[in-house]
């Protein structure tokens, strides 16, 4: 089983900058699907925000983020990092990252994420 720990959220203002840590225990396969997705207290689904495929690198943004923030990963230490710049207050979120074994790695569905963080909160205030 897979255990995925988040760290690196915190409170900033607009305009201001946060990275995002994901640290994967528990030897995960590779090559295999990461994501960031971020829920709201508005929302009940989780909204995808950028993913990697840890194999050959390719990655995906949610429009609202491109340009603003970039996933990477660090597959020595199995880190998944989300750099989020310019923030917005919009950008105010739980973020959790999570893990998919499904083939491509072309889907946000949370369904299609096995295993998930706990989760860590960004605030961002104007």
Same mark, same amino acid.
Request: glycine letters at 22%; proline letters at 4%; a negative charge.
């Given at each position: 089983q897979v255990q995925l720990v988040e760290s690196g *959220? &915190? $409170?900033?203002q607009a *305009? &201001? $900058?946060?990275?995002?840590s994901c640290a994967a225990y528990g030897h995960?396969?590779?090559p295999a699907c990461m994501g960031w997705f971020r829920q709201d207290p508005g929302n009940e689904r989780r909204e995808g925000v950028a993913r990697i495929h840890t194999?050959?690198?390719s990655t995906y943004y949610t429009?609202?983020?491109k340009g603003r923030f970039t996933v990477s990963q660090d597959g020595a230490s199995n880190t998944l990092y989300l750099q989020m710049n310019s923030l917005k207050p919009?950008?105010?979120a739980m973020y959790y990252c999570a893990l998919s074994y499904k083939v491509g790695c072309?889907?946000?569905t949370?369904?299609?994420f096995a295993s998930w963080g706990q989760g860590t909160q960004v605030t961002v205030s104007s």
């Open positions: *959220g &915190g $409170s900033v *305009g &201001g $900058s946060l990275r995002l995960p396969y590779t194999g050959t690198g429009d609202s983020v919009e950008d105010t072309r889907s946000m949370e369904a299609d």
